[in-house]
């Protein structure tokens, strides 16, 4: 079997955003950047079915600028055979800009499966995914969290509001991936020596300018602390009190 | 003329709230534009009566009982149709299940751009024009569309649904057969009892590390229950040691809500949690620990034993409902 990955570098979440002096963007210095965690379920999805397979190969492919090689590291350090960085130094807002580079160069690769996060913490678009979906005109399926795949057909289930949606498709197909999936594993030291040497190609590509202008980046509006209402339950009808009258909620 | 194409969402053959925003936003857009509002209905409703209400001049209905559950291939292949036949359109969804999946497939059959999960949209010096945060609320964009046609999917819970004076016709419309990829949605598994999703829901209690074990959630599902329509959330650690799915997970890898209240219990407030729910209307917190960074963004604090706080709050909640 024969699996793609598409993969992005985020800023760890834990990290506190600072706007860039352009104040159209962020201030990337002294951040730490991490593979994109539904991009780690992701990873782990395509090893287990080429372990299940007892045969294939987990190519990563990233878009992004010239450090996006740590990222794709990491992913061979889990476990994939090889890693393609589509490099560029333009970051856009418009994710069909993003999405048509990649189907070009996931469509030369045949691929028969074909998996991405669900969304990128940074952007929260979920949208390359389903946009390279359609590029490249292959069944797809969003936010996968249960999957199945027997015979060159699956059955994916995917969580809506308030139950999950079981859904049948045929391979080749692009999934995106929700967590609990599964628990992706550690790469294990060896993993991580085994990665340094692992091929690694970069390809400069072009990103389309897009229909998305950038007005500003802010961040929101500090929230102001309230106030402690009081220690302990006898402080709970003081509590209903506030919501009911003051903040007018209950 | 300019013309929004506002999709509305249907479960069991009912209009979703969430489509009454939806309509809202496409309403604003469309007078700004001096454009008209296109309601387009997917699958059986018997109602469409509400759509006028909130904001369409018409509603074009595929009543094709084929699509009563989302079908990713033939919803986008009726929407880009009707998009089509719109003129210069702007396409408004909710960024929801459904939105998310169905907005950038659209975007791409339309080759358009995308602006997903945008909390105010508006039409300034002839271009449509979105606030949307980015990572899970820590910062937001705005941002300008160049052009139509486009494609908007609006966070639940941001557009305040307006009423109007204004009655919609309804025409029928029909959904092109699809001869693309072979997706299927078979079936709907519902969890027993109704379940509100925390990203729909305008209450949230929320429990954390603070509850010790798992069985404890019952205390918050109590305190919910006493409320009527709240929902229960969960922090991340708690998710990831498997007491609670992770479709109620609220934070930066999980769910971004924006409730009226939220009840954060035995949460200390990690920068990735307090990203998915800054945009609370009013934010209470219970935990012992009077230091924890939960409560420098609480509106209403209160220090001490979860196990003794909720039970009475519950008690409380429920005199007051049954008084």
């Not at chain 2, 001049?57 to 036949?85: E, F, K, M, N, S």
């Not at chain 2, 059959?109 to 949209?121: E, F, G, H, N, Y």
């Not at chain 2, 205390?219 to 992770?246: F, K, Y």
């Amino acid at each position: 079997m024969k699996i793609c990955v598409c993969i992005k570098r985020v800023p760890d979440t834990e990290t506190r955003i600072k706007i860039a002096a352009d104040g159209k963007s962020v201030d990337e210095a002294g951040i730490k950047f991490i593979l994109n965690p539904y991009d780690e379920f992701a990873v782990e999805e395509a090893l287990r079915r080429r372990e299940a397979a007892g045969a294939g190969e987990v190519v990563v492919v990233s878009l992004g600028p010239e450090a996006a090689q740590e990222t794709i590291r990491s992913a061979l350090a889990m476990g994939a055979d090889r890693g393609v960085l589509l490099k560029t130094d333009i970051r856009s807002l418009d994710p069909l800009a993003v999405a048509r580079p990649l189907a070009e160069e996931i469509r030369a690769g045949a691929y028969d499966l074909v998996l991405f996060g669900k969304l990128a913490v940074d952007d929260y678009n979920h949208a390359v995914g389903p946009m390279v979906g359609e590029l490249l005109g292959v069944p797809c399926v969003t936010a996968v969290a249960g999957l199945e795949l027997n015979e060159g057909r699956g059955t994916a289930e995917r969580e809506i509001e308030g139950g999950v949606e079981v859904v049948e498709f045929a391979l080749p197909a692009l999934l995106t991936v929700d967590k609990g999936l599964n628990e992706p594993r550690y790469p294990a030291l060896k993993g991580i020596m085994a990665a340094k040497k692992k091929p690694l190609e970069v390809k400069p590509v072009e990103l389309a300018a897009g229909g998305v202008d950038v007005l500003d980046l802010t961040l929101p509006a500090e929230r102001q602390a309230g106030r402690i209402v009081g220690e302990g339950p006898d402080a709970v009808p003081a509590l209903i009190e506030a919501l009911r009258h003051e903040a007018k909620v209950l | 003329m300019a013309s929004v194409l506002a999709v509305i969402e249907q479960r069991d053959g009912v209009v979703k709230r969430v489509s009454h925003e939806a309509l809202t936003a496409a309403r604003a857009l469309a007078d700004g534009m001096q454009g008209t509002v296109t309601a387009l209905v997917l699958g059986p409703v018997a109602d469409t009566s509400t759509l006028g209400t909130y904001g369409a001049d018409r509603v074009a209905h595929v009543t094709d009982d084929g699509l009563a559950l989302y079908q990713p291939a033939a919803y986008a292949a009726a929407t880009v149709a009707q998009a089509r036949a719109e003129g210069p359109v702007t396409v408004v969804l909710s960024a929801t299940a459904l939105g998310k999946d169905l907005g950038p497939r659209i975007a791409a059959r339309l080759s358009c751009p995308l602006a997903a999960d945008v909390t105010s949209v508006t039409y300034e010096h002839g271009a449509v024009t979105v606030s949307r945060p980015v990572y899970a609320g820590k910062a937001v964009y705005r941002l300008r569309i160049a052009g139509t046609p486009c494609v908007v999917t609006v966070r639940p819970n941001s557009i305040p649904p307006l009423e109007r004076a204004r009655s919609a016709a309804t025409v029928s419309a029909s959904a092109p057969t699809e001869p693309g990829p072979a997706v299927k949605t078979v079936r709907v598994k519902e969890p027993p009892g109704a379940r509100l999703d925390v990203a729909e829901a305008s209450i949230i209690v929320s429990g954390g590390r603070g509850l010790k074990e798992p069985a404890n959630f019952a205390l918050l599902e109590e305190l919910a229950a006493a409320i009527g329509g709240a929902a229960v959330g969960a922090s991340r650690a708690v998710v990831d040691a498997g007491w609670r799915p992770h479709a109620d997970q609220v934070g930066q890898t999980g769910k971004t809500v924006s409730p009226n209240l939220y009840i954060a219990v035995g949460i200390s407030g990690a920068i990735q949690h307090v990203a998915g729910m800054r945009n609370a209307k009013v934010i209470v917190a219970i935990n012992k620990d009077k230091d924890a960074p939960i409560f420098k963004i609480a509106d209403y604090g209160l220090v001490g034993d979860l196990f003794a706080i909720v039970p009475r709050l519950t008690d409380e909640i429920r005199k007051l409902r049954a008084g």
